[in-house]
Protein backbone atom coordinates (compact mmCIF):
# COMPACT_ATOMS: atom_id res chain seq x y z
CA UNK A 1 0.00 0.00 0.00
CA UNK A 2 1.69 3.53 -1.05
CA UNK A 3 0.15 6.48 0.70
CA UNK A 4 -1.75 8.36 -1.89
CA UNK A 5 -3.35 4.84 -2.30
CA UNK A 6 -3.99 4.38 1.26
CA UNK A 7 -5.38 8.03 1.84
CA UNK A 8 -9.83 8.60 1.12
CA UNK A 9 -11.41 11.80 1.38
CA UNK A 10 -13.11 11.88 4.84
CA UNK A 11 -16.56 12.80 4.94
CA UNK A 12 -16.41 16.28 6.65
CA UNK A 13 -18.21 19.86 6.15
CA UNK A 14 -15.04 21.47 7.19
CA UNK A 15 -12.90 21.65 4.26
CA UNK A 16 -8.48 21.57 4.30
CA UNK A 17 -6.83 23.74 2.64
CA UNK A 18 -2.71 23.65 2.91
CA UNK A 19 -0.46 27.12 2.73
CA UNK A 20 2.83 26.44 1.04
CA UNK A 21 4.64 30.32 1.68
CA UNK A 22 7.42 30.18 -0.67
CA UNK A 23 9.62 32.62 1.39
CA UNK A 24 11.83 30.92 4.39
CA UNK A 25 12.24 34.31 6.58
CA UNK A 26 10.39 34.47 9.68
CA UNK A 27 9.04 38.29 8.67
CA UNK A 28 8.51 38.03 4.92
CA UNK A 29 5.68 39.24 3.08
CA UNK A 30 3.97 36.28 1.86
CA UNK A 31 3.91 35.01 5.07
CA UNK A 32 1.95 38.05 6.06
CA UNK A 33 0.15 37.90 2.75
CA UNK A 34 -0.86 34.48 3.70
CA UNK A 35 -2.06 35.74 7.76
CA UNK A 36 -4.05 37.85 5.48
CA UNK A 37 -5.70 35.10 3.35
CA UNK A 38 -5.72 33.23 6.67
CA UNK A 39 -8.00 35.56 8.36
CA UNK A 40 -10.19 35.99 4.83
CA UNK A 41 -11.07 32.60 5.15
CA UNK A 42 -11.83 32.42 8.82
CA UNK A 43 -13.80 29.58 10.15
CA UNK A 44 -15.18 28.67 6.13
CA UNK A 45 -12.25 25.81 6.25
CA UNK A 46 -9.27 24.31 7.84
CA UNK A 47 -6.48 26.18 7.30
CA UNK A 48 -2.80 24.98 7.99
CA UNK A 49 1.01 25.65 6.91
CA UNK A 50 2.97 22.60 4.98
CA UNK A 51 6.27 22.58 6.80
CA UNK A 52 8.95 21.54 4.04
CA UNK A 53 12.10 22.85 5.15
CA UNK A 54 13.42 19.52 6.22
CA UNK A 55 12.44 17.97 2.70
CA UNK A 56 16.37 16.27 0.54
CA UNK A 57 17.07 17.61 -2.26
CA UNK A 58 15.22 15.57 -4.92
CA UNK A 59 17.45 12.66 -5.88
CA UNK A 60 16.52 9.41 -7.55
CA UNK A 61 18.79 7.45 -5.32
CA UNK A 62 17.27 8.55 -2.11
CA UNK A 63 13.70 8.15 -3.91
CA UNK A 64 12.56 4.58 -2.65
CA UNK A 65 11.87 4.44 -0.25
CA UNK A 66 11.01 7.27 0.24
CA UNK A 67 12.34 9.35 2.76
CA UNK A 68 10.22 10.23 5.90
CA UNK A 69 9.59 13.98 5.58
CA UNK A 70 8.61 12.95 1.59
CA UNK A 71 6.06 10.35 3.10
CA UNK A 72 4.58 12.80 5.57
CA UNK A 73 4.48 16.14 2.73
CA UNK A 74 2.69 13.42 0.32
CA UNK A 75 0.36 12.84 3.48
CA UNK A 76 0.04 16.19 4.21
CA UNK A 77 -1.06 17.50 0.23
CA UNK A 78 -3.42 14.50 -0.27
CA UNK A 79 -5.26 15.14 2.51
CA UNK A 80 -5.71 18.65 1.53
CA UNK A 81 -9.01 19.51 -0.94
CA UNK A 82 -6.50 22.63 -2.00
CA UNK A 83 -3.45 24.29 -1.74
CA UNK A 84 -2.28 27.79 -1.74
CA UNK A 85 1.23 29.08 -2.68
CA UNK A 86 2.55 32.30 -1.49
CA UNK A 87 5.70 32.91 -2.99
CA UNK A 88 8.56 35.21 -3.91
CA UNK A 89 9.62 36.12 -6.96
CA UNK A 90 13.55 35.03 -7.42
CA UNK A 91 15.70 36.38 -10.20
CA UNK A 92 12.47 36.10 -12.44
CA UNK A 93 11.07 32.78 -11.29
CA UNK A 94 10.15 31.04 -8.23
CA UNK A 95 12.45 29.82 -5.18
CA UNK A 96 14.36 26.95 -5.60
CA UNK A 97 13.04 25.18 -2.45
CA UNK A 98 9.20 25.33 -4.10
CA UNK A 99 10.30 23.92 -7.29
CA UNK A 100 12.36 20.96 -5.05
CA UNK A 101 8.92 20.66 -3.49
CA UNK A 102 6.72 19.59 -6.37
CA UNK A 103 9.26 17.94 -7.93
CA UNK A 104 8.65 15.62 -5.18
CA UNK A 105 5.51 15.96 -5.24
CA UNK A 106 5.36 15.54 -8.98
CA UNK A 107 7.01 11.93 -8.53
CA UNK A 108 4.84 8.61 -8.50
CA UNK A 109 4.46 7.53 -4.70
CA UNK A 110 4.37 3.41 -6.69
CA UNK A 111 7.89 3.23 -8.07
CA UNK A 112 8.07 3.90 -11.94
CA UNK A 113 4.17 3.32 -12.09
CA UNK A 114 3.77 7.07 -13.94
CA UNK A 115 -0.06 5.63 -14.79
CA UNK A 116 -0.83 6.24 -11.05
CA UNK A 117 -2.20 9.53 -10.08
CA UNK A 118 0.11 11.32 -7.95
CA UNK A 119 -0.76 13.29 -4.32
CA UNK A 120 -0.98 16.61 -6.41
CA UNK A 121 -3.14 15.25 -9.45
CA UNK A 122 -5.97 17.19 -10.26
CA UNK A 123 -5.16 19.34 -6.74
CA UNK A 124 -7.39 22.96 -6.75
CA UNK A 125 -4.05 24.96 -6.34
CA UNK A 126 -4.33 29.02 -5.75
CA UNK A 127 -1.36 31.29 -6.42
CA UNK A 128 -0.01 34.52 -4.81
CA UNK A 129 3.16 36.87 -4.37
CA UNK A 130 4.42 39.54 -2.89
CA UNK A 131 7.71 41.05 -3.62
CA UNK A 132 9.28 43.88 -6.05
CA UNK A 133 7.67 46.13 -8.52
CA UNK A 134 6.99 42.77 -10.88
CA UNK A 135 4.36 41.89 -8.54
CA UNK A 136 5.98 38.31 -8.97
CA UNK A 137 4.66 38.47 -12.53
CA UNK A 138 7.33 35.76 -13.89
CA UNK A 139 7.16 33.78 -11.02
CA UNK A 140 3.51 32.87 -11.23
CA UNK A 141 3.92 32.19 -14.59
CA UNK A 142 6.26 29.69 -14.66
CA UNK A 143 4.52 28.38 -11.67
CA UNK A 144 1.68 27.95 -13.45
CA UNK A 145 3.68 26.41 -15.75
CA UNK A 146 4.99 24.00 -13.52
CA UNK A 147 1.81 22.93 -11.61
CA UNK A 148 -0.30 22.42 -15.00
CA UNK A 149 2.66 20.25 -16.47
CA UNK A 150 2.09 18.00 -13.20
CA UNK A 151 -1.41 18.32 -13.65
CA UNK A 152 -2.45 20.58 -10.77
CA UNK A 153 -5.95 22.35 -11.19
CA UNK A 154 -4.27 26.20 -10.81
CA UNK A 155 -7.04 28.76 -10.56
CA UNK A 156 -7.34 31.57 -13.62
CA UNK A 157 -7.51 34.62 -10.68
CA UNK A 158 -3.85 35.43 -9.13
CA UNK A 159 -2.91 38.25 -7.01
CA UNK A 160 0.07 39.92 -7.45
CA UNK A 161 1.68 42.72 -5.28
CA UNK A 162 4.37 44.88 -5.56
CA UNK A 163 6.01 45.97 -2.07
CA UNK A 164 6.24 49.66 -1.99
CA UNK A 165 10.23 50.73 -0.73
CA UNK A 166 9.44 51.55 2.23
CA UNK A 167 8.24 47.99 3.27
CA UNK A 168 11.60 46.78 2.68
CA UNK A 169 12.77 48.56 5.66
CA UNK A 170 10.30 48.33 8.37
CA UNK A 171 8.84 44.27 7.62
CA UNK A 172 5.32 45.02 6.99
CA UNK A 173 2.98 44.57 4.14
CA UNK A 174 0.45 46.89 4.45
CA UNK A 175 -2.41 45.86 1.75
CA UNK A 176 -4.58 48.33 0.09
CA UNK A 177 -8.55 48.58 0.05
CA UNK A 178 -7.78 47.18 -3.45
CA UNK A 179 -5.38 44.66 -2.96
CA UNK A 180 -7.42 43.35 0.31
CA UNK A 181 -10.24 43.15 -1.95
CA UNK A 182 -8.24 40.81 -4.92
CA UNK A 183 -7.16 38.48 -2.12
CA UNK A 184 -10.66 38.45 -1.21
CA UNK A 185 -12.12 37.98 -4.47
CA UNK A 186 -8.99 34.74 -4.57
CA UNK A 187 -9.75 33.04 -1.31
CA UNK A 188 -13.91 33.26 -2.41
CA UNK A 189 -12.80 31.51 -6.10
CA UNK A 190 -10.51 28.88 -3.71
CA UNK A 191 -13.26 28.14 -1.62
CA UNK A 192 -15.40 27.61 -4.69
CA UNK A 193 -13.48 25.41 -6.32
CA UNK A 194 -13.84 22.99 -3.10
CA UNK A 195 -16.88 23.17 -2.41
Known amino acids: MYIC ?38 DRAEVSELDYSDLPLINQDIEQPEPTSVARIRQEVA ?4 LWVFTPEYNFSYPGHVKNLFDWLSRPVKPLDYATPTCING ?5 SGAGGKAATA ?4 KLTELLTFIKADVLPIQLGIAVPAEAWTTDLLILSDEQRNELKAEAEALLTAIK
Open 5 to 42: EQMQPISTTMKKILFIIGSLRTKSFNRQLANEAQEIIN
Open 79 to 82: KADA
Open 123 to 127: KPVAI
Open 138 to 141: SCRT
